[in-house]
């Protein structure tokens, strides 16, 4: 079946340091694909998406390629802040309604 | 009002208990979805509901869990029996429509079930 695999954290940074969170993915045809933040004591929100292959997601300095020849969606930030600081999750579109969620990565971000 | 909202927030219970998880979606989100979230794992798929009816159980762990929804509205989970692999955070969320195409979930903050 359809499944995410996120890099285990968590992920201590410095304050400005770059930010890489691998995001890899087994599915048939092309899933559209996500990353949702959850900050602590909140809900998840997403953060970005892309829905093609190629497709570019952007939100807050964070970005993701779709990348098909190797399955994966990492996630980008050249210049993390310690409002970063949360649990990230990496997510695809398993039929037309169901989120496939990763295990999710926590960063913590060190002023 | 403005976002899901999951009562209660915490929950202790002992084992064997039968418990309740209550959901209140964003007004007017038809689709509305419960996962659960335990230590280590990622988000677990549970059910999804379009309106009341719920095309989707394959994710209930067992026949000790068990949903409704009424109005299109407030969901209710329930554990029967409970045990302690049930403890777990479980997450409701909601969407305007019935597909995620668009991806975007509302999550609310969660009820944190601990079962002793």
């Known amino acids: 079946g359809n499944s995410v695999t996120q890099m285990e954290g968590p992920v201590t940074l410095s304050e400005e340091a770059f930010l890489t969170i691998n995001c890899t993915y087994t599915?048939?045809?092309?899933?559209?694909l996500f990353w949702y933040v959850q900050y602590p004591g909140e809900g998840l929100q997403l953060l970005l998406k892309a829905t093609k292959a190629d497709d570019k997601g952007s939100n807050k300095g964070f970005e993701a390629t779709y990348r098909k020849e190797t399955t994966s969606f990492h996630l980008e930030k050249g210049s993390v802040q310690v409002s970063d600081s949360a649990v990230y999750f990496c997510a695809l579109v398993d039929s037309s309604y169901k989120l496939i969620f990763g295990s999710g990565t926590r960063l913590l971000v060190r002023p | 009002g403005a976002g899901v909202s999951q009562s209660p927030s915490n929950k202790v219970t002992e084992k064997g208990k039968d418990v309740e998880l209550r959901c209140d979606p964003i007004s007017g989100h038809t689709a509305l979805y419960w996962y659960r979230q335990s230590l280590g794992q990622g988000l677990e798929f549970l059910i999804y509901?379009?309106?009341?009816?719920?095309?989707?159980k394959s994710g209930l762990p067992s026949d000790r869990f068990s949903a409704e929804r009424t109005g299109g509205s407030v969901s209710t989970l329930t554990i029967q029996r409970t045990q302690q692999e049930d403890s777990a955070v479980y997450l409701c969320?909601?969407?305007?429509?019935?597909?995620?195409?668009?991806?975007?979930?509302?999550f609310g903050e969660g009820s944190r079930l601990t079962v002793l």
């Open positions: 969320a909601s969407s305007p429509m019935g597909g995620t195409k668009g991806g975007e979930l509302f």
């Open positions: 599915a048939t045809g092309y899933p559209s």
């Open positions: 509901f379009q309106g009341n009816s719920a095309p989707d």
